[in-house]
């Protein structure tokens, strides 16, 4: 047997490389490495194909999102007594028609409102606060929301009054969407509606 010079004092590392280089030029085993690899990179590839199906599908959430406004009511209005507070109530629906799944929530909303181009005075601080088990988005996701706020300045009472004498009800309303993707807030999301009545 020949012994090279290098490896006189210790032939095992040699017969070691020797084994596995005899195994890696075997058919059978070029297979089994080829499949395992085979295997290896179609589990990534789908890992991936669903980390980037879930990272679009929360963003197509918010994307098809859509908010309705259902109902204008105004209870307990009174023009010859100006004590008495009148409520103005909004009700709106939001649903997702389609959609993937993914991590996207709507946290809360503000609305603004006009009324015969005659702005709130506080309407700015009409926000609701989505429930909890209401704030996640899925496909198929429909709800209803409720704002409902009682009137107590007078100059928005006089906003009521006078479209109460000139029968003319002309709502502007603008809702002002906070949302959160995979836990971090985005932009809001403004959405304008008219409505014309009240019930």
Sequence with gaps: ????????????????????????????????????????????????????????????????????????????????NESINPRLTLVFNANVPTGSAGDAAITYFRVEVDLNERPFLYSQSWRKNIPLEDRELFPGYDTNFTVSEMIHELLDKQILYDAENSDEWSFSIL?????DVFGSSASPMRIPFVHEGHT
Excluded: W
């Design 175 to 179: 809702l002002v969407l906070s949302y």
């Design 1 to 80: 047997m020949f012994i090279c010079a290098e490896h006189k004092g210790d032939i095992r590392p040699f017969h070691v490389k020797m084994v596995l280089v005899n195994m890696i030029a075997d058919t059978k085993t070029q297979n089994i490495i080829v499949v395992a690899t085979l295997i290896l990179g179609i589990v990534s590839g789908l890992g991936f194909a669903t980390s980037s199906s879930y990272f679009t599908g929360s963003y197509s959430l918010v994307a098809n999102l859509d908010f309705e406004i259902l109902e204008v009511r105004i209870t307990d209005l009174d023009p010859t």
